[in-house]
Structure formats: structure tokens, C-alpha cells
């Protein structure tokens, strides 16, 4: 089956600096997700990150805050910007991987800690 | 829109018997997927089994089981001869539409497995 791989895997981060999460799949795919899932919580999605075509943001998420890039069919980035603790979360990557219907994966997930 | 309930916050199990995890949904679609997703201490959430709502028939992978009732709108997860091993977070998920590569999930499900 595909890989999908993230990096950094954990990260503790300056408040006020940026980071950038890399999301590397092992086949090419349309759609590429990006979650939150904050201390204690269940998962949101932050984004959907389409190839050659800006991403598509949630109710909640700007893209000044949280910056996606997709410069092909199998990467991702997720920029956290401007970190504040309330930032601190475990940031996952999805696709869908099925041929026949849904099959969806996740990352590894990158745990960042915002002090 | 697309809700998920998971109204079981914690759970327990002893090593080798019987658990059954609840989640109910609620979604205007007729065809869509469902998803039980495990989150070990790792934070990956790795998908445990998937039922498509067409298919009368439950699916079933290995000790996992759900138990799908489409009118009811319930989807069970049980898992069989527990082992330490299963011991984890189990969320529920569903398309936030049809055949959408986004979900929607549940709070969650915190399993410990007693020795």
C-alpha cells in the first residue's frame, strides 16, 4: 500500500516564529487534506490542497495563518504561521488512496508545541 | 450537514474479551462510507476497518467488526480478544458528503485494555 509520510514528526516551536509541514505521498493523488487536531480533541479540517489551483479553506481558517502549497501530485506543505500556543496541535495530512470509493489516510502527523 | 457521535468518552476492556465501541451519524445522503480510525499514543491515526452503505452485508477485518445498521444510522465498532495492543483513542468518521474525501468525525473513544 502507499506511504504517506510528514515531517518534522515533532517540533517545538518559538511563539511567533513559522513552521512548515511536509506531507510526502508515494503515488500521485488529486486531493490532499490538511487536519488539526488540538490537545484532547477530535480532528478538523484545516484545508484541502488541490494541484495548480490555491487551497480550499474551512470555516474557521485563512490562509494568512496557515499558508498551503501543492507543487505536484504527490507533495503538500502546511505553513503555521505566526505561532501562538494556542497553535499547538497535531497537524495531519489525508488522501484518499482507494480506487473504488473512499480509502482514506493519514499521515504520521507532525506534533507541534508552541512555547 | 454531516454529524458523527461517539457517546462513549472512555471505555475498558480485559485482555482476550469482547468490546463493542458505539457511533451514531446523521446525514441526508443515501450512499456514502463509514470509517473507524485508531490513534495510538503515536498520534497516527491508522484506519481500522471501512463499510460502505450499500452493502447490506457488515464488513470485517480480522478481530474487528462493525455492526452497521443503515436505517438506525449506527455503526458499532467490536473488536474481539482484546489485546494490549488495541489499547487507544477510536474515532468515527464519515464524508462530510457522498463520496467526498472529508470527514467528519466523532469525539472519540478512549479504550483501555486491562491486563
Known amino acids: 500500500s502507499a506511504v504517506i509520510s510528514q515531517k518534522p514528526s515533532r517540533d517545538i516551536c518559538q511563539r511567533g516564529t513559522s513552521l512548515t509541514i511536509q506531507c510526502q505521498v508515494d503515488?500521485?493523488?488529486?486531493?490532499m487534506f490538511w487536519y488539526r487536531q488540538q490537545p484532547g480533541q477530535s480532528l478538523t479540517l484545516i484545508a484541502t490542497?488541490?494541484?495548480?489551483?490555491?487551497?480550499?479553506?474551512e470555516s474557521g481558517f485563512v490562509i494568512d495563518k496557515f499558508p498551503i502549497s501543492r507543487p505536484n501530485l504527490t507533495f503538500s506543505t502546511l505553513t503555521v504561521s505566526n505561532m501562538s500556543p494556542e497553535d499547538s496541535s497535531i497537524y495531519l495530512c489525508?488522501?484518499?488512496?482507494?480506487?473504488?470509493?473512499?480509502?482514506?489516510?493519514f499521515g504520521e502527523g507532525s506534533w507541534l508545541t508552541v512555547v | 450537514a454531516q454529524t458523527v457521535t461517539q457517546s462513549q468518552p472512555e471505555m475498558s476492556v480485559q485482555e482476550a474479551e469482547t468490546v463493542t465501541l458505539s457511533c451514531t451519524y446523521d446525514?441526508?445522503?443515501?450512499?456514502?462510507?463509514l470509517f473507524w480510525y485508531k490513534q495510538p499514543p503515536s498520534r497516527q491515526m491508522i484506519l481500522v476497518i471501512r463499510?460502505?452503505?450499500?452493502?447490506?452485508q457488515n464488513a470485517t477485518e480480522n478481530r474487528f467488526s462493525v455492526n452497521f445498521q443503515k436505517a438506525a444510522k449506527s455503526f458499532s465498532l467490536k473488536i474481539s480478544d482484546s489485546q494490549l495492543g488495541d489499547a487507544a483513542m477510536y474515532f468515527c468518521?464519515?464524508?462530510?458528503?457522498?463520496?467526498?474525501?472529508?470527514?467528519?468525525f466523532g469525539k472519540g473513544t478512549k479504550l483501555t485494555v486491562n491486563p
Open positions: 489525508s488522501v484518499d488512496l482507494g480506487g473504488s470509493g473512499n480509502t482514506i489516510y
Open positions: 503515488s500521485q493523488v488529486t486531493m
Open positions: 490542497a488541490n494541484q495548480g489551483s490555491e487551497a480550499t479553506y
Open positions: 446525514t441526508s445522503e443515501s450512499d456514502y462510507y
Open positions: 463499510q460502505e452503505a450499500y452493502k447490506q
Open positions: 468518521a464519515l464524508p462530510d458528503q457522498g463520496g467526498s474525501e472529508k470527514l467528519v
